[in-house]
């Protein structure tokens, strides 16, 4: 018993040594700038979904978001300008029959950053996901298809706000 005790100490020990050593830590919401006060989502109307997407996220993560039609009264605002998007389909696999069996899904988002008094970034990503389908099933595989793709635009949204907090922390070093 003391021997299991001591082994299960141990195991415990090198686990927590070993993340510590890595660099691991968890992740906290994204800060930005003091003299940042809110997220000013612009877009084209061709754009709507991601740009809804992120405006929702950015609330969730207790950021200030405002639709750029609205921002006309703000003076420190970071401008998120998205641009076209892009959503590929690659074939994986194929059934026996020569059907389509599974796609890899790669959403492409391209966006453009304006810190205040600071020089536009431009960046690009890509959420990329697989996706069965099924000849057999189609009505419910668009569904599926449909909240597939919420699901990358809601990723997208957070990854936008993730390097918003690093691309401030990596601009307002520079300075």
Do not use: W
Not at 117 to 140: G, K, M, N, S
Not at 153 to 169: C, F, H, K, V
């Amino acid at each position: 018993l003391r021997m299991s005790r001591l082994f299960l100490y141990t195991i415990s020990l090198l686990v927590t040594l070993t993340l510590a050593g890595c660099g691991f830590h968890l992740r906290s919401a994204p800060n930005l700038p003091d003299n940042v006060n809110a997220v000013i989502v612009d877009s084209a109307k061709t754009h709507a979904l991601l740009s809804r997407a992120l405006y929702k996220r950015v609330t969730v993560y207790g950021l200030n978001g405002v639709y750029a039609q609205d921002a006309t009264t703000l003076d420190n605002g970071v401008v998120v300008f998205l641009m076209p998007e892009k959503l590929e389909r690659r074939l994986l696999s194929v059934y026996p029959s020569g059907q389509v069996a599974e796609y890899e899904l790669i959403y492409t988002v391209r966006y453009k950053v304006q810190f205040p008094d600071q020089e536009a970034i431009l960046a690009t990503f890509d959420v990329i996901r697989d996706y069965q389908d099924d000849p057999d099933h189609v009505l419910a595989k668009s569904r599926e298809l449909d909240i597939v793709l919420d699901e990358m635009r809601n990723e997208a949204a957070d990854i936008i706000i993730r390097r918003l907090s690093s691309q401030a922390t990596m601009t307002y070093q520079g300075q």
